[in-house]
Structure formats: C-alpha cells, structure tokens
C-alpha cells in the first residue's frame, strides 16, 4: 500500500514539473517580427480556384452567311481564339447559335467549327431576318447565374429591325436598351465586358439599314465580347495572346465595374524627400529640388502592380488616359519587372518647383476613338472597314459602367507634406 502512494506522488510530481517547463517555455517565446512574418489572407475574402464555365454565342442571322462562305479568317479566328480560351481555363465549353433565341450546338469544338456554312446557319433556324443586338446581349445577360460564368458573343454587330423599317430611327433606343441592360446587371455583380473588332473575308448579301439585300465581295469587320466576372476577363485578357489566326485583333474596347484598389507604393531613393514614418507608402515629406546634373526638378516615382486591371500594357502606359490634380508636376510612365520588385508599372512625377498637398492620379476609363473612325453613320451600303451604328451601340455599354465619378480602372493617392 505504501509502494502505490509513493508511486502516485511520483507521478503528481512529474507532471507538475512538467507543467512548470511548459509555462516557462511559453513565458520565454519571443514574439514574431513583424517585418519577417508572412500575413496569409482570411479564407473568406479570397476567391476559390474554380475555372469559369465558357458559354459561347455566334449570331446566325442572315447577315452573318457571308463570313462563313468558304474558309475565311473568320472561320480561323473564331476557331484559335476559343481553342486558346479552352487551354488557357480548361474550363466547359458550351456552344450556341444565337438569333431572337438561344440554339444550343454541344460542346464539341472541332465540330462547331467545321459546320460553319451558310447551309448549316440557315437549318440551325431562329429568326435570322432581323437582328436586334440589344436584346441578344439582354439575352446573354439573363444567362449569367453565378459569378462564374464567362460569356463569349460573336457577331457582325449591325442592327436591323427587319423589312420596312429605317434602322436608323430605332439607334438611339438600341443605345439606351443597352445601357439599362448592363447597368441593371452591374448593380447587382461586378463585370468586365472586352469588346475586339477583328476582319474577314465576306462573300454573300450584305442587308442594309433599310433590309434591302446586296451583293459584296471583300473584307468585313466582326466583333468578339468577352463577359463575365473581372477576374476571368482579366486571366483570359492576359493569357491569350492579341496574335490570334487571321486579321488578328484590330482594337479593343474595354470597360469594367470592378473599382477595386490597387497596390502601390513610394519608391524609395527616387527624389530629394523622406517618407513619412507612419504611412510610408503613400505620404512623403520635405519634397526638395535636384542638385545633380542639368535636371534640378523635384521628383519621386510611385511603383503600382496593374496586373489585376483588364486594359493591356499600351493603354496603361498612354498618359494620355490618366488625370492627376497638381498640374505643376508632369507624368512619366515606365515598365517594371514584377518578378523583382512586385510592381508592373512606375509613375515618376517631376516639377521645377515643389507643390505639397494630396496628388489624386486616376487611369480613366476612356471611350475609344477608334470606335467613331470605324462607324457607319449612313448605312445604304457596305463599307470594308465601318459597321453600321457600332457607336451607338458601344456607347451604351460605355454610358451604363461609366455613369458615376469612379468611372477608372485605378486610382492612386499620395500625401506631400512641407
């Protein structure tokens, strides 16, 4: 009896002792530092990996024969291009016609491609005398039901109301429609919509703004969009490369509702200046003039990662398209390597004198010129390189993402104290 009391206060010992060590042990750790710890993203705010679902739309209306007549770079641009979009997402592909309704066409590639003949658009049926783009794209957008859904709209883009009717006289509406149908849609998720014009051969009847039907042999413009939510837009923009089969991509129009901040930073070492020590990257103080060289302006370069925007690397570096409120400095803009340093673009601002206050700088979401120059304003007869109303019709969505004062892909803000 004695042996097992002995016994017990050996164990109650021990484990007090090891009690004590544990306690030490946690008292002694010292705390991380913060300049080496890694801060991981909460699980709630960062997207899952999941690959959006492709649903593809080709207009088979009357119009669209002509591009179909024969191999075109219609046939080898609408066949590389989604093939580069099936590698680049590996995601399901679904495939449709499209006119007044949804024609579902599987999902085999290969197939689709090789069916695209006057002959074949015509059995898919559909209304194919009258197009009304502003109520196909309706239709597209009643199609999204979740976040990861990517649409793909492929079409002549001419409007034509049908036999008897002077389209031009139904322009504005379609421009309207269209601006509802997008503005309603973004009020309740975001997109980014990328509109390419490309070009083909075309040989077949060509429907003017009055319906009349006329022969023409020659090249043609068509348009692909690109729909869905901003991260696949975005993935799908910079993976797939603008040197696609046939014409290539002429221009591009690109508006998103996105709105979402970007990262930048002072760089430091950049000007005559220190950086504030409570916001670093954003506030700078003592801005002072050069005294190297001929060049004695006041100067600093902000370092941003435009990687997550939808617009390609020669907008980004146009200053054309950016805005900024203290006019005494002027904006130079150049690459990164963001492999080394995080960041892809940097904005250096320069001025012969100092000016302190808070430098708003904005890269606007800016309606293409491009876009007037290929626009048919007449429509009585085809024209090799202008669509009838395609300005009308791009405006709207323009109208219904930019109706606000953030209409920018980004916008940056930097403190300069005396």
């Known amino acids: 009896m004695k042996s097992v009391y002995q016994y017990c206060l050996f164990i109650l010992a021990g484990l007090c002792w090891l009690?004590?060590?544990?306690?030490?042990?946690?008292?002694?750790?010292?705390?991380?530092?913060?300049?080496?710890?890694?801060?991981?993203?909460?699980?709630?705010?960062?997207?899952?990996?999941?690959?959006?679902?492709?649903?593809?739309?080709?207009?088979?209306?009357?119009?669209?024969?002509?591009?179909?007549?024969?191999?075109?770079?219609?046939?080898?641009?609408?066949?590389?291009?989604?093939?580069?979009?099936?590698?680049?997402?590996?995601?399901?592909?679904?495939?449709?016609?499209?006119?007044?309704?949804?024609?579902?066409?599987?999902?085999?590639?290969?197939?689709?491609?090789?069916?695209?003949?006057?002959?074949?658009?015509?059995?898919r049926g559909g209304n194919r005398g009258s197009s009304d783009i502003s109520e196909t794209l309706h239709t597209i957008l009643q199609t999204f039901n979740d976040d990861q859904t990517v649409a793909l709209f492929i079409s002549d883009c001419i409007f034509s109301p049908g036999k008897g009717k002077d389209a031009h006289q139904y322009l504005v509406t379609q421009e309207i429609n269209v601006r509802n149908h997008f503005a309603t849609y973004i009020r309740h998720r975001p997109m980014s919509v990328v509109v390419y014009q490309l070009s083909s051969e075309f040989s077949g009847l060509y429907y003017n703004k009055s319906d009349?039907?006329?022969?023409?042999?020659?090249?043609?413009?068509?348009?692909?969009?690109?729909?869905?939510?901003?991260?696949?837009?975005?993935?799908?923009?910079?993976?797939?490369?603008?040197?696609?089969?046939?014409?290539?991509?002429?221009?591009?129009?690109?508006?998103?509702?996105?709105?979402?901040?970007?990262?930048?930073?002072?760089?430091?070492?950049?000007?005559?200046?220190?950086?504030?020590?409570?916001?670093p990257r954003t506030t700078l103080k003592n801005l002072r003039l050069g005294t190297r060289g001929r060049d004695n302006n006041a100067r600093f370069t902000v370092d941003a990662d435009f990687s997550s925007l939808p617009v390609d690397e020669n907008y980004i570096m146009d200053t054309a398209h950016y805005d900024w409120n203290l006019r005494d400095y002027t904006l130079t803009l150049q690459k990164s390597n963001i492999s080394v340093s995080n960041f892809t673009n940097s904005l250096t601002f320069s001025a012969p004198r100092v000016s302190n206050g808070t430098l708003e700088v904005s890269l606007r979401m800016d309606f293409p010129t491009w876009i007037a120059s290929a626009t048919d304003s007449i429509g009585e007869a085809p024209q090799e390189d202008t669509t009838y109303g395609l300005e009308y019709l791009l405006r709207g969505v323009y109208d219904a993402f930019t109706h606000s004062d953030t209409a920018s892909f980004a916008k940056l803000q930097i403190t300069i104290n005396p």
């Open 212 to 279: 009349n039907a006329m022969r023409f042999e020659g090249k043609r413009p068509f348009y692909i969009w690109l729909m869905g939510a901003p991260e696949y837009v975005r993935q799908l923009t910079r993976d797939i490369p603008n040197r696609i089969k046939g014409s290539g991509i002429l221009h591009s129009f690109v508006v998103s509702s996105a709105n979402e901040p970007v990262p930048y930073a002072i760089r430091v070492g950049s000007g005559t200046f220190e950086l504030d020590k409570q916001n």
């Open 19 to 123: 009690t004590a060590c544990g306690g030490r042990t946690q008292r002694e750790t010292r705390p991380a530092d913060p300049s080496t710890t890694v801060m991981t993203p909460s699980t709630d705010s960062v997207r899952t990996d999941v690959q959006p679902v492709i649903n593809v739309y080709l207009e088979n209306s009357g119009s669209m024969d002509g591009y179909v007549n024969g191999v075109t770079d219609f046939e080898r641009a609408v066949y590389d291009y989604l093939s580069l979009v099936r590698l680049a997402t590996d995601s399901r592909m679904n495939l449709f016609y499209i006119n007044d309704r949804i024609i579902p066409q599987g999902d085999a590639l290969q197939d689709f491609i090789q069916q695209l003949e006057p002959a074949s658009f015509r059995a």
